[in-house]
């Protein structure tokens, strides 16, 4: 099958074109290696036992082999690490050697963290707009640009669709299979990470059933801000042997280690303005199709509003999931355009903004996610309020929705359907 272009292809290209190696960091399945073998002329695949063995014997022999080099999974030797990082030391030629990586290595597994030398692009699952339904109208780039860009466009999309696509995975391999196989390689792609990806980071999991309770309950906790103890006392609730703390810190790290979880961190802006915000960060996984398998969850059951979600805010468990989805695709688009993503809540919850995307210089995007097909002034409050309190800094408002109808309200919001949203 021909190479589907990806949002990240624009930005490896030009930094291929001016700096001498480029690392891929993401989660498996998410993509990495057939973006990277694009550009590659040879490839070392240290996921390979006999690869593995002959590269950790002589590292530095990868060094003979033509360049553009891709070195995939290179945690796996990560002495790799540094003999690349030395030799781009002695030649800065662009475009030389590209990194795939699945897990952060060891701490201490490797000399030096290659700043300056190796740059580093995180790759996520398929944004919505890179799933190829329909050809986005509205860019997050020239909304970034606080110019109150026009906003228009029709999608044929509707509710079922984006449930649908909830359910499909943004996994680029496991689109299109039946229902049932789809099940069973998320499924597979679970175990595999209890059972064997962890262990691999050096982590023992012996009790997994009680790691994958854990991971049922943070995926309930989507798009929320549970605390980590909510999650933990949800995950055992009826056990009279529970974990310590210190055993599912282990595990959450773990599971970071390979973006697994994927939290949003909360805001956090300079000035006087906000004195109560709170610090916790929304919690999401890699996929929001990975969250609906652990909770049991299908297309019709999402629709009936079936589920228990996690955490203070409010909504349905298809709200919350609606909203990682959002989130994935905007920080895929975000990260094209040099923006962070976070999430503002107020401590005492009066106040909430889904996601604040913020340029260098601190200016903001504001964008609330609703699971509907219109917006009401209610539907806004927060923007209004956020713009009231953080003066001349918010670039533009927008919320994204379920709608038919890319449009500006008549207070200057923009309404912007999932689906129309690209780069």
Same mark, same amino acid.
């Given at each position: 099958?021909?190479?589907?272009?990806?949002?990240?292809?624009?930005?490896?290209?030009?930094?291929?074109?001016?700096?001498?190696?480029?690392?891929?960091? $993401?989660?498996?399945?998410?993509?990495?290696?057939? !973006? *990277?073998?694009?550009? #590659?002329?040879?490839?070392?695949? /240290?996921? &390979? @036992?006999?690869?593995?063995?002959?590269?950790?014997?002589?590292?530095?022999?990868?060094?003979?082999?033509?360049?553009?080099?891709?070195?995939?999974?290179?945690?796996?030797?990560?002495?790799?690490?540094?003999?690349?990082?030395?030799?781009?030391?002695?030649?800065?030629?662009?475009?030389?050697?590209?990194?795939? $990586?699945?897990?952060?290595?060891?701490?201490?597994? !490797? *000399?030096?963290?290659? #700043?300056?030398?190796?740059?580093? /692009?995180? &790759? @996520?699952?398929?944004?919505?707009?890179?799933?190829?339904?329909?050809?986005?109208?509205?860019?997050?780039?020239?909304?970034?640009?606080?110019?109150?860009?026009?906003?228009?466009?029709?999608?044929?999309?509707?509710?079922?669709?984006?449930?649908?696509?909830?359910?499909?995975?943004?996994?680029?391999?496991?689109? $299109?299979?039946?229902?049932?196989?789809?099940?069973?390689?998320?499924?597979?792609?679970?175990?595999?990470?209890?059972?064997?990806?962890?262990?691999?980071?050096?982590?023992?999991?012996?009790?997994?059933?009680?790691?994958?309770?854990?991971?049922?309950?943070?995926?309930?906790?989507?798009?929320?801000?549970?605390?980590?103890?909510?999650?933990?006392?949800?995950?055992?609730?009826?056990?009279?042997?529970?974990?310590?703390?210190?055993?599912?810190?282990?595990?959450?790290?773990?599971?970071?280690?390979?973006?697994?979880?994927?939290?949003?961190?909360?805001?956090?802006?300079?000035?006087?303005?906000?004195?109560?915000?709170?610090?916790?960060?929304?919690?999401?996984?890699?996929?929001?199709?990975?969250?609906?398998?652990?909770?049991?969850?299908?297309?019709?059951?999402?629709?009936?509003?079936?589920?228990?979600?996690?955490?203070?805010?409010?909504?349905?468990?298809?709200?919350?999931?609606?909203?990682?989805?959002?989130?994935?695709?905007?920080?895929?688009?975000?990260?094209?355009?040099?923006?962070?993503?976070?999430?503002?809540?107020?401590?005492?919850?009066?106040?909430?903004?889904?996601?604040?995307?913020?340029?260098?210089?601190?200016?903001?995007?504001?964008?609330?996610?609703?699971?509907?097909?219109?917006?009401?002034?209610?539907?806004?409050?927060?923007?209004?309020?956020?713009?009231?309190?953080?003066?001349?800094?918010?670039?533009?408002?927008?919320?994204?929705?379920?709608?038919?109808?890319?449009?500006?309200?008549?207070?200057?919001?923009?309404?912007?359907?999932?689906?129309?949203?690209?780069?």
């Amino acid at each position: 099958m021909a190479y589907q272009r990806r949002v990240l292809d624009d930005e490896l290209d030009l930094l291929l074109g001016v700096l001498p190696a480029v690392a891929i960091d $993401g989660a498996k399945a998410v993509g990495k290696t057939s !973006t *990277a073998q694009e550009r #590659a002329r040879s490839v070392v695949q /240290l996921d &390979m @036992r006999a690869v593995r063995e002959a590269v950790s014997a002589d590292p530095s022999a990868i060094l003979v082999r033509q360049r553009p080099l891709l070195i995939d999974e290179w945690q796996k030797a990560p002495d790799v690490w540094d003999v690349v990082r030395r030799a781009v030391d002695e030649d800065r030629s662009p475009g030389q050697f590209l990194f795939t $990586g699945s897990a952060s290595p060891q701490p201490g597994a !490797t *000399a030096h963290t290659g #700043a300056g030398r190796i740059t580093r /692009l995180r &790759m @996520r699952p398929l944004a919505f707009t890179e799933r190829g339904l329909i050809a986005p109208t509205v860019s997050l780039e020239r909304l970034l640009s606080g110019a109150g860009e026009p906003v228009e466009g029709h999608s044929e999309l509707g509710l079922v669709d984006y449930v649908a696509e909830i359910m499909a995975s943004g996994f680029p391999g496991l689109r $299109g299979l039946p229902d049932r196989l789809l099940r069973g390689e998320l499924d597979s792609y679970l175990h595999n990470a209890v059972d064997r990806d962890i262990p691999d980071q050096g982590l023992a999991v012996r009790k997994p059933a009680v790691l994958l309770d854990w991971l049922r309950a943070y995926a309930a906790a989507s798009s929320g801000t549970a605390s980590y103890t909510e999650i933990l006392d949800a995950s055992t609730a009826g056990l009279t042997d529970k974990p310590a703390r210190s055993t599912t810190t282990a595990y959450r790290d773990a599971l970071m280690q390979l973006w697994l979880l994927d939290p949003l961190p909360a805001w956090a802006p300079l000035g006087q303005e906000f004195t109560r915000l709170g610090q916790t960060p929304s919690h999401h996984l890699a996929d929001p199709a990975l969250a609906a398998r652990l909770l049991g969850l299908t297309r019709q059951s999402l629709l009936d509003g079936g589920g228990t979600p996690l955490g203070p805010q409010e909504g349905t468990l298809l709200g919350r999931l609606f909203e990682s989805l959002v989130t994935l695709s905007v920080r895929v688009l975000a990260q094209r355009a040099e923006a962070e993503v976070t999430h503002l809540r107020t401590r005492n919850g009066d106040h909430e903004v889904d996601l604040m995307v913020s340029d260098p210089s601190g200016q903001v995007l504001a964008i609330e996610v609703k699971l509907s097909g219109s917006i009401s002034d209610r539907d806004v409050r927060h923007l209004n309020w956020l713009t009231n309190t953080y003066r001349g800094r918010i670039l533009d408002r927008i919320v994204i929705n379920t709608g038919p109808i890319a449009y500006r309200r008549a207070d200057g919001i923009a309404v912007v359907p999932l689906a129309l949203l690209g780069p």
